[in-house]
């Protein structure tokens, strides 16, 4: 049995926040610091550097020194297991409705049968 | 192909897919209401499921295993939470051992199933599936599900080339 490597509830329960999720969002681009980020949004510098310290030990997001700056960047390949597994589970259902097809056209075929032959009697 | 529409949720760990059928609403219903038409659609070929209880009523339970082709059987309940015929379900469900004692103490997955009538004869099914963790999503899937699903579309497809032929 396959499982995910260990903190991958970390890093989900880390994105349910929307201010977090945002942050991601804007780390992909690997431009601002936690002071820049802070200035997106009305709560305080300390609640965003609470955040960022919640996304960090999740592994979604790390801070780079870049010169003097600390620039935050999203760790894609964390985001990107979530979308992965989600994929994997629409092949399965989808195949699942597949399998739904055939029964249903099969039970409809024994009924044709049965008034084909009714008809011919 | 009948699958209308996906939508994933990757931040949420929600999927929902829409599929429409050439049937009645009372007969898609029967494909969950059925016991034995749910064995022949819930696993793959290479997987089949077996039903051993399917109390389909509110606070009811459904067993379920797999066999798989080394003679594996992974084990699966789903609680029954809702139920309204023949157009809801609502299921709370996880992995489970032979002996029928839960593999954990949370539930992997809810299921929300809707049953809508489009027209005579044309109705729409949307299943709703959400996940409390990627751990949970990794358990469901390795429940010999991946390369019995490649099978499966092998399968459907040789089916539907079959019948090309035939037309």
């Known amino acids: 049995m396959q499982i995910a490597p260990p903190g991958f509830d970390r890093v989900f329960s880390a994105l349910a926040d929307h201010t977090r999720r945002d942050i991601v969002r804007r780390a992909i681009s690997a431009e601002e610091g936690v002071l820049e980020l802070a200035s997106h949004y009305p709560i305080s510098f300390a609640a965003v550097q609470k955040h960022v310290a919640v996304l960090e030990r999740a592994g979604v997001i790390t801070k780079q020194r870049i010169g003097r700056r600390r620039i935050v960047r999203t760790n894609r390949e964390a985001v990107l297991v979530a979308r992965r597994l989600l994929d994997q589970y629409e092949g399965l259902w989808r195949a699942r409705i597949d399998r739904m097809n055939e029964l249903i056209a099969e039970t409809a075929g024994a009924i044709d049968t049965a008034e084909t032959k009714e008809s011919k009697r | ?167």
């Not at chain 2, 929600?14 to 050439?22: M, P, Q, S, V, Y």
């Not at chain 2, 809810?110 to 409390?132: H, K």
């Open chain 2, 1 to 167: 192909m009948t699958v209308t529409a996906v939508r994933k949720d990757p931040q949420r760990l929600t999927l929902t897919i829409e599929a429409e059928f050439d049937a009645s609403v009372e007969r898609v219903w029967q494909l969950w209401a059925d016991p034995r038409q749910l064995e022949r659609w819930w696993g793959p070929p290479t997987y089949p499921a077996t039903f051993t209880k399917h109390d389909l009523a509110p606070g009811g339970r459904i067993e379920y295993h797999m066999t798989g082709p080394a003679g594996d059987q992974p084990h699966g309940y789903w609680d029954v939470l809702e139920v309204d015929p023949p157009r809801r379900i609502v299921l709370r469900g996880g992995c489970a051992y032979a002996d029928g004692t839960l593999t954990t103490e949370i539930p992997i997955s809810t299921i929300r199933v809707g049953i809508e009538e489009l027209a005579q004869g044309r109705t729409r099914m949307s299943i709703e599936n959400v996940f409390p963790s990627t751990e949970a999503m990794e358990q469901i899937l390795a429940m010999g599900t991946e390369e019995g699903q490649r099978q499966a579309v092998s399968q459907a497809d040789a089916i539907l080339a079959e019948e090309t032929i035939q037309l």
